[in-house]
């Protein structure tokens, strides 16, 4: 079974910096694509950026130029370092793993194991 716990949520100002982490437990995360998903109140959950097994990264246009993800396998990890954080960043942000893929789909549906969620906020 597969596992994922993200950390590193909280609030922080606008022009702030947050780091989240998510920990993978359960089969071979090496071989998993990985992804960040957001939902605000009252939106659909929305691709924010991606990691494949081979480390290429895909970001939404939004994020871009801001937000950076990266894996570490030795740890079973995936971190999403957010800079620049605006308003509109603020939502609940989910870790996702494709066990059965390896690049980093956009398409929530590619992803059959979610962690709980860590909430952002971002104040103005």
């Known amino acids: 079974q597969v596992q994922l716990v993200e950390s590193g949520g909280g609030t922080v100002q606008a022009g702030g910096s947050l780091k989240l982490a998510c920990v993978v437990s359960?089969?071979?995360?090496?071989?998993?694509?990985m992804a960040w998903f957001r939902q605000a109140p009252g939106k659909e959950r929305e691709f924010v950026g991606g990691?494949?097994?081979?480390?290429?990264?895909y970001y939404v246009t939004s994020v871009r130029g801001r937000f950076t993800i990266s894996r570490d396998n030795a740890k079973n990890m995936v971190n999403l370092q957010m800079n620049s954080l605006k308003p509109e960043d603020t939502a609940v942000y989910y870790c996702?793993?494709?066990?059965?893929?390896?690049?980093?789909?956009?398409?929530?549906?590619?992803?059959?194991?979610w962690g709980p969620g860590t909430q952002v906020t971002v104040s103005s």
């Open positions: 359960g089969g071979t995360f090496s071989n998993y694509a």
């Open positions: 990691i494949s097994s081979r480390s290429n990264t």
């Open positions: 996702a793993a494709d066990v059965e893929g390896f690049r980093a789909s956009r398409n929530v549906y590619e992803y059959e194991y």
